[in-house]
């Protein structure tokens, strides 16, 4: 079965700096799909990125980037110029490549940004 | 845009009723999920539906069931709810065939059961 590990369950980064969510996670699968999501306090889930485990180029959504490491199963999340909106609860997911997968979720980390 | 709506954001139950939650989608989704969030725990799949009708267990099926009888609407039940199935209950819709395997979730319905 595969699992997904947030070691950091809180973490803190000033407005307009850079931080990093880290996320490993264990598969026997070659080929699959990696998200990051995001839940802001009271509110709805939603896609922040995606990655294909097939693509060597890392995902970029504005802000937004990820570090792939597929040979260390590795997929961290990098937030640049950080905002007080990005302040939530980060949640990495795996999916295999089926059309109907379910996802398998880490435990989340919060993001509280400072002035 | 993608909607997908839960019946309640809050509900109070009593130990032993029967509790259901109800899960709309507007896009046709094929794919339907219920998934329970629990601090420290994440997210964890109860059951999904790939089709009206079909159903199949995920990861922590014990106390629950569900129903869905047209494509839009995807149901959780608790037959005789517990205090340990106080949760935060998340609902989420994925297309069928799709490459990109996003699924979209619901506001969340937190139900607590005294």
């Known amino acids: 079965a595969q699992t997904v590990t947030q070691s950091q369950p809180e973490m803190s980064v000033q407005e307009a700096e850079t931080v990093t969510l880290s996320c490993t996670y264990d598969?026997?699968?070659?080929?699959?799909?990696l998200f990051w999501y995001k839940q802001p306090p009271s509110r709805q889930m939603i896609l922040v990125i995606r990655q294909e485990a097939y693509k060597q180029q890392n995902a970029t959504e504005n802000r937004f980037s990820v570090n792939f490491q597929k040979a260390a199963k590795s997929f961290s999340l990098k937030i640049s110029d950080s905002q007080l909106g990005d302040a939530a609860m980060y949640f990495c997911?795996?999916?295999?490549?089926?059309?109907?997968?379910?996802?398998?979720f880490g435990t989340g980390t919060r993001l509280q940004v400072t002035l | 845009d993608v909607k997908v709506t839960q019946s309640s954001r809050y509900l109070v139950k009593r130990t032993g009723e029967k509790v259901f939650l109800e899960c709309v989608q507007d896009?046709?989704?094929?794919?339907m999920f219920w998934y329970r969030q629990d601090p420290g725990l994440g997210l964890r799949l109860i059951y999904f539906s790939y089709d009206v009708k079909m159903k199949e267990k995920g990861d922590i099926p014990e106390g629950y069931s569900v129903s869905r009888e047209k494509k839009e609407r995807f149901s959780l039940i608790l037959e005789s709810a517990s205090t340990n199935q106080t949760s935060m209950y998340l609902c989420a819709s994925l297309t069928g065939g799709s490459s990109y395997n996003e699924q979209f979730f619901g506001p969340g319905t937190r139900l607590t059961v005294l």
């Open positions: 997911a795996y999916s295999d490549t089926g059309t109907a997968s379910k996802l398998t």
């Open positions: 896009m046709d989704h094929e794919n």
């Open positions: 598969t026997s699968e070659s080929d699959y799909y």
